[in-house]
């Protein structure tokens, strides 16, 4: 029985809703920041436990083995400080009368209630329980996105609550169509749904039930992942949502996407081979590498910008697991760095959008000058987001190259050639926005945002930093340990 | 020899004595819908002699189409029914056709009925003649691929053979899904075929709604006795083939007369079953627009495409 | 075909999935909105039935509480949300399509030939049931995924994902006798608060928009 796992889940869901019960603005925020530690802590603690043992338990419904650790991790770290961006930012919205107390509660609660949901999506050995909590998010999400009832909002809501629930259906075909093969050897019961059964006996399954199942859960869970084509909801849900929603959904939830598709291609690969789901996912991977280096040239929205970058960056970690043996090293640790980058870009984004009330890069100059912790928000999660040392995002990039080399050097190539295009167009759009001369004054912020987001900005810069520079034994082994489950792929097997 | 006379000739009678008594059950369940009494059951036997008693009137523009067609309409149908099972499901005349040679013998009345209503000249026959002509199109490959979907499980396009190989089954429905798509496409090209409400109003003679009632406008007399004769036998006939094409139970396998006895009681019951759900069906919706007639035809080929389809991939 | 092989449960399993197809076509061809979740309603019930069916034919008995659950949920709670949505934002005209019927229906003609060929290679479970309800229930998914694009009121996107969901059901409990209860549990739930958010929202975008045709969702763009 282990406590932290509990108490990682158990935490978000008290906060939340004692954050809807008591209306008073200083228990909440205190409420919250307690949250923030709690969950920072018990992910640490999990980590650590995964790392002695293997893996971890509660009870006979929540298990974790080193891939969900990893996840605790990210989820963890970045929830915790989301959580407080989140505060700080609803926090000024309320101080300008733009929200009542009453949805300053809600939006926390809902805020809170969905990195539950994420948190438990990943602590799961059932698939189909992970689908129910991957659903469930996309739910609180949708009420998280349409929050401020603006048309754009509605509409981007609408889209993504329709697209991802599509997507989420085929998910679910593709749960059945597993369970469906694995009901002749585990029996019709619980056991045919539990992924280490699965993966135990994935070679007896049934390879066309697997191989039309591994097709639809990459179509279901790689359109919650944004991979193209299935990428439309993606960039109007991040602009039109609140930032701190944005952040956690181009952190958080591509990031447990993503998962969900592993947990699928490791049954897989044991059962038909690594080729067929690696070279799928290296196809999808490429076309959104391609989609969104061709969108992020022609952007004027910051956030969509942003949003754009998270397609790339998911298309890159796919590419990386779609490789295998190293690409899967590889694409964990981008995994990691593009979680914390990406929700330092969207903090430093949420900040601008407060002092000024638009989201044109044209418009916005100098925030160096102006708004330094924005600033250095935006410079430094650009400059990781596009890939350039010291920090980790360049190291999974380059190995991930190597291991495409490896595979077929055209491949290689082309990669390149791709990422090459976003890094120049997001770093010129970035330090454009950075660099120069200040323009426009705005409405300055509250002291007590700025204290907020300042140190949630702060704890993200610092951890992108240490752990682009060096890594941490204990992620080391926990990175070995999943490139030894999940490892299978077109490069290992050559 | 004398057996297949005999048939024959009970075949025939079964066919012109059912038909009217059903268009009149038909009318009599609709007006109890409407809350009133309506004519009854029989009346339409009285209206048949009736007109059989007038003498016709016939436009001096009109050509021999014009009062051959009620002749034609008649023969046609009534060799259409001698070869769908009824009471029995050995049929006289099933050694001459199946399908294929049911649906153009009713596409051959059909035709000299659209002819005729543009024989006289009128602007309402022509209307109601290029309507028909759109629906008879339109019906006649949802029909044919409809049938062939129960033809394929019995392995003869021949009427008789599917109706006793059916019956012979003792299982509910031996290939659910191609029946199931196969009667739905039958159920509306039924409907549409003897112009029935959603399809055609049987009782309006309203230009914008008619399309039976339009060719048949210019007719009296013996002629129309002929014609109203024809359709209802039509309508029997399209009864038939649903209720022993899907559900053949009760039908009489052998020739003894306890059988015939049994086949001829449990006929009629399905098919008067048939025409109350007819009534009630009539009573339920509205007529459709014309050209969403065509949407509900269209549909009808696709069910019966799939009936087919769907045999074909649950075989192999 | 000897008849010893037919097997009345399967071929009873088999005629409600077909009844279940049917109904599929009739929403894409139907043009009222109530008149497309009425059809819906039946098909929830086809879909209890079917489930009761297998509950009685294999012996699993929380597949009958599925099925209960199926027409509380599906064919009584969800329709009303949605047929309150509709009073409030007065839809019930003529649906516009984006693919005519005849068209529409050809299209969905294909996808089930489609879905039995994408399922052909699996294996059968044996015994009981047979595969051919994979077959519907994923030619069932890919139709209502075919509604939700050729429609273009939001409500009617709404039916699309529910006949989805549906095809699903039957999936899983034809095909793969029923998920475990605690997972059809968990998925219900979120189908109900899914059909509820979704009110939620077809409410506010009435509000603020005053029309809920999806074709002028367009200001969010590029």
């Not at chain 1, 039930?209 to 179509?219: E, G, S």
Request: aromatic content about 10%; charged content about 10%; glycine content about 8%.
């Amino acid at each position: 029985m282990s406590w932290p796992l509990f108490l990682l889940i158990a935490a978000p869901v008290i906060a939340g809703l004692g954050s809807l019960l008591v209306q008073q603005r200083r228990a909440i925020e205190v409420l919250q920041c307690a949250l923030a530690g709690t969950m920072l802590a018990t992910a640490a603690l999990v980590a650590g436990q995964v790392i002695a043992v293997g893996e971890v338990f509660v009870g006979d419904f929540l298990q974790a083995d080193a891939l969900s650790a990893w996840l605790d991790l990210i989820l963890g770290f970045v929830g915790s400080s989301g959580t407080l961006y989140a505060v700080g930012y609803v926090g000024e919205e309320m101080d300008r009368g733009h929200l009542s107390l009453r949805r300053y509660s809600q939006f926390l609660c809902l805020f809170d209630l969905y990195l539950a949901t994420m948190l438990l999506a990943v602590n799961l050995d059932n698939i189909a329980i992970l689908w129910i909590a991957i659903e469930g998010s996309t739910l609180t999400a949708a009420l998280l996105i349409g929050f401020d009832r603006s048309k754009a909002a509605l509409e981007a809501g609408w889209k993504f609550i329709i697209v991802g629930s599509v997507g989420i259906v085929l998910g679910l075909f593709g749960t059945i169509l597993v369970y469906y093969s694995s009901e002749h050897i585990l029996g019709v019961s619980n056991e045919a749904l539990r992924w280490s059964q699965l993966y135990r006996v994935a070679a007896e399954l049934d390879p066309a039930a697997i191989k039309a199942a591994f097709i639809f859960a990459l179509i279901g869970y790689g359109t919650k992942a944004g991979v193209a084509p299935m990428h439309t909801w993606l960039p109007d849900a991040h602009a039109e949502a609140p930032t701190p929603v944005s952040a956690m959904l181009s952190a958080n939830m591509l990031t447990i996407a993503v998962y969900a598709i592993l947990r699928f291609k490791a049954i897989t690969d044991r059962s038909v081979g690594p080729e067929f789901a690696g070279k799928l996912m290296i196809g999808l991977a490429l076309l959104s590498l391609a989609v969104s280096a061709i969108y992020i040239l022609v952007q004027r929205d910051y956030k969509r910008l942003f949003a754009y970058s998270s397609i790339e960056h998911i298309g890159i970690a796919l590419l990386g697991f779609g490789i295998g043996g190293i690409g899967v090293f590889a694409g964990a640790w981008h995994l990691m760095n593009h979680a914390l980058a990406k929700s330092t870009a969207f903090y430093g984004a949420g900040l601008v959008f407060l002092r000024y009330n638009h989201k044109s890069i044209d418009r916005v100059t100098g925030l160096l000058g102006q708004m330094p912790v924005a600033g250095a928000a935006i410079l430094v999660a650009g400059i990781a987001l596009a890939g350039m040392p010291p920090f980790g995002l360049f190291t999974s990039e380059v190995l991930i190259v190597a291991g495409s080399y490896t595979v077929r050097p055209e491949l290689a190539y082309v990669f390149l050639a791709l990422l090459a295009l976003a890094f120049v167009t997001l770093l010129y759009q970035v330090l454009r926005m950075v660099l120069g001369a200040p323009g426009e004054v705005g409405t300055s912020l509250g002291s007590q945002c700025r204290i907020f987001t300042s140190a949630a900005v702060g704890i993200n810069i610092v951890a992108l930093g240490i752990i682009g520079l060096y890594v941490p034994p204990g992620l080391e082994t926990m990175l070995a340990s999943i490139v030894k489950t999940f490892g299978a792929g077109i490069m290992a097997a050559r | 020899m004398l057996q297949t006379i005999t048939l024959v000739v009970a075949q025939i009678i079964v066919l012109l004595g059912i038909s009217p008594f059903l268009v009149g059950l038909i009318r009599k369940v609709k007006a109890r819908l409407q809350c009133r009494r309506g004519a009854g059951i029989f009346q339409p036997y009285a209206d048949l002699a009736k007109l059989f008693r007038k003498q016709p009137v016939v436009s001096s523009t009109t050509s021999w189409i014009f009062t051959a067609t009620p002749y034609i309409l008649f023969a046609s149908t009534l060799s259409a029914g001698l070869l769908v099972p009824t009471f029995a499901s050995l049929t006289p005349l099933s050694f001459t056709g199946g399908v294929i040679a049911l649906v153009y013998l009713l596409a051959l009345g059909t035709f000299f009925l659209i002819l005729a209503g543009l024989d006289a000249g009128s602007a309402f026959g022509g209307m109601g003649s290029s309507r028909e002509a759109l629906v008879a199109s339109l019906t006649e490959p949802a029909m044919i691929l409809s049938i062939f979907a129960v033809a394929m499980t019995a392995g003869s396009t021949n009427l008789s053979t599917i109706v006793h190989k059916t019956a012979l089954l003792e299982s509910v429905v031996t290939d659910p899904a191609p029946h199931l798509m196969a009667l739905a496409a039958l159920c509306i090209v039924a409907i549409a075929e003897t112009g029935r409400v959603p399809v055609d109003n049987p009782a309006t003679h309203l230009e914008l709604t008619m399309i039976h009632e339009a060719m048949v406008l210019e007719y009296s007399g013996r002629y129309l006795a002929l014609i109203e004769w024809a359709a209802a036998m039509k309508l029997v006939v399209f009864l038939s083939l649903i209720a022993n094409l899907f559900a053949p139970w009760g039908i009489a396998t052998t020739l003894t007369p306890a059988a015939i006895g049994i086949g001829l009681v449990a006929y009629l019951l399905k098919i008067a079953g048939l025409a109350v759900l007819i009534g009630i069906l009539e009573s339920m919706i509205a007529k459709l627009r014309l050209f969403r007639v065509t949407e509900l035809l269209g549909a009808a080929f696709i069910l019966a495409l799939l009936g087919v389809v769907f045999f074909y991939i649950l075989r192999g | 075909m000897a008849l010893s092989s037919i097997d009345i449960g399967s071929q009873l399993v088999n005629l409600s999935s077909a009844l279940l197809l049917i109904a599929c076509f009739a929403i894409v061809t139907l043009r009222r909105l109530s008149s497309c979740i009425n059809v819906y309603i039946l098909q929830s019930v086809f879909l209890a039935m079917t489930a009761a069916l297998v509950a009685f034919f294999t012996d699993i008995h929380h597949i009958y509480i599925s099925a209960l659950l199926t027409i509380v949920i599906k064919a009584v709670a969800i329709p009303l949300i949605l047929k309150k949505v509709i009073e409030r934002s007065d839809v019930n005209r003529d649906l516009e399509m984006n693919v005519n019927v005849p068209s529409g229906l050809l299209i969905c003609g294909a996808l089930v030939i489609l879905a039995f060929f994408i399922t052909q290679p699996i294996i059968p479970l044996g015994f009981l049931l047979t595969r051919d309800s994979l077959a519907i229930a994923l030619a069932i998914v890919l139709i209502g995924f075919f509604i939700m694009i050729a429609r273009k009121k939001a409500l009617t996107q709404v039916i699309g994902f529910l006949v989805m969901e549906n095809g699903l059901f039957l999936g899983a409990t034809a095909a793969a006798y029923g998920m475990p209860l605690i997972v059809e549990l968990g998925i219900f739930f979120d189908l109900l608060v899914g059909a509820f958010i979704i009110g939620i929202y077809t409410h506010q975008l009435q509000d603020t928009l005053d029309n809920v045709d999806t074709s002028k969702l367009t200001t969010v763009k590029e």
